[in-house]
């Protein structure tokens, strides 16, 4: 009997060979050899549906944690996949489980430093910020690499550039984060049913953070300020913190218009930004 995916849940499964290994080629993963103590990668995969990628993970032998929260496609995946000393299959929301705390029973699969996925759409920002953090509170440790299958809108935000409608909050905090590849475009005819929009499988590859040269509780701030309404200029989104008078010299420093909004300034800009404003803002 087929099992059918649910609507409520955003199911979609990916049918596509070509692109399950575009997934699997882009996570570099590198296999080692247990009976040699030598370095593997240990992989967490969210939302594994049918287990058409899980499948390609596991051919390596590496540890692959994958999360489900559908029940009855636990039941499914593991009659599938069998007994395996390199699978472990957990049930529950990606959002609220402690993974650490789970898998301390399970040393063979921690710590896990890469996280290859197509995840639900509908959640793709709380797994976004589950997995990298944010400007002010990165995650700790960082994974590897975080390789994704996204909504192709997604991928256009997370890499866009200043200036375009795509450029985003979102594009500044995950730059800041990561550096993001957009690795190949998916038609949404890889899927059964087939989503409504099309897809794009994306790399991100943590940065170490340790000497960014700004304050990011005040980066995290601006940014999330800044883009509160596109069509204000920046002095007005951000005259709660500081008056229009006191940034117009700033933006003029930064070769800035007095009149710009968020989506023209680059990462660089925003970092220059929060450099300048640290005094003023301060405690």
Request: a positive charge; hydrophobic letters at 40%.
């Given at each position: ?30 296999t ?30 590496n540890?692959?944690?994958a ?35 789970l ?6 699969f ?13 959640i ?34 997370l ?23 957009w690795?190949v ?30 304050d ?9 300020l800044?883009?509160?309404n ?5 002095r007005?989104n951000?005259?709660g913190?500081?008056?229009?008078e ?11 218009s007095?009149?710009a ?15 300048h ?7």
């Amino acid at each position: 009997m087929t099992f059918r995916p649910r609507k409520r849940f955003g199911q979609h499964w990916l049918n596509h060979a070509p692109t399950l290994q575009a997934i699997v080629a882009a996570a570099e993963i590198q296999t080692g050899a247990p009976q040699s103590g030598s370095l593997r990668d240990r992989l967490l995969e969210i939302g594994p549906g049918m287990g058409v990628l899980t499948r390609e993970l596991l051919r390596g032998g590496n540890p692959v944690v994958a999360v489900e929260l559908d029940r009855d496609l636990c039941v499914k995946l593991s009659k599938k996949l069998g007994e395996r000393d390199n699978f472990l299959l957990l049930e529950g929301d990606i959002l609220k489980l402690n993974l650490s705390e789970l898998l301390e029973p399970f040393p063979q699969f921690c710590p896990i430093n890469k996280v290859v996925a197509n995840i639900p759409y509908n959640i793709t920002g709380p797994i976004l910020e589950l997995l990298l953090g944010r400007i002010d509170q990165p995650r700790s440790p960082k994974y590897d690499s975080i390789v994704l299958l996204v909504q192709k809108e997604i991928a256009e935000r997370l890499t866009a550039t200043p200036g375009g409608k795509a450029y985003s909050a979102l594009s500044v905090r995950m730059q800041y984060l990561a550096r993001i590849e957009w690795i190949v475009d998916v038609s949404r005819k890889a899927f059964t049913p087939p989503p409504k929009v099309d897809s794009a499988v994306i790399r991100i590859t943590p940065y170490a953070l340790t000497e960014t040269g700004c304050d990011p509780r005040i980066l995290h701030q601006l940014v999330r300020l800044g883009f509160a309404n596109r069509r204000k200029m920046l002095r007005n989104n951000l005259k709660g913190l500081i008056s229009p008078e006191q940034l117009t010299p700033f933006l003029e420093q930064l070769a800035l218009s007095p009149t710009a909004r968020a989506e023209e300034l680059s990462l660089n800009h925003w970092l220059d930004l929060s450099n300048h404003l640290a005094p003023l803002l301060s405690p």
